[in-house]
Nanobody, 115 residues
Framework: QVKLVESGGALVQPGGSLRLSCAFS????????MGWYRQAPGKQREFVAI???????DYAHSVKGRFTISRDNAKNTIYLQMNSLKSEDTAVYYC?????????WGQGTQVTVSS
């Protein structure tokens, strides 16, 4: 069964940077589109970024130009490089894997942006 494990969340000051990782196991990683979502307290989970099996990327407007999603098929891992962090980026960040109708989620990692 597919398993996703996020890591890298932390407390960081506004303007700082952080890199999240999501380790994938249990199936053929290269077949999956992968994405990052986030959920702030009291809000619905929202899309952050996606990378297709071919490496195409897309971002939410709120993070475009500040966040970069990437994948390493040799390591079965995706990353989210987050720069110029703002307080409104504070949330639990979740990794998602998708292959046709099958979708899987990780348990999330907390990112807190505060001085």
């Amino acid at each position: 069964q597919v398993k996703l494990v996020e890591s890298g969340g932390a407390l960081v000051q506004p303007g700082g940077s952080l890199r999240l990782s999501c380790a994938f196991s249990g199936s053929s990683f290269s077949n999956y589109a992968m994405g990052w979502y986030r959920q702030a307290p009291g809000k619905q989970r929202e899309f952050v970024a996606i990378i297709t099996r071919d490496g195409a990327t897309d971002y939410a407007h709120s993070v475009k130009g500040r966040f970069t999603i990437s994948r390493d098929n040799a390591k079965n891992t995706i990353y989210l490089q987050m720069n110029s962090l703002k307080s409104e980026d504070t949330a639990v960040y979740y990794c998602k894997a998708a292959f046709y109708a099958a979708t899987y989620w990780g348990q999330g990692t907390q990112v807190t942006v505060s001085s």
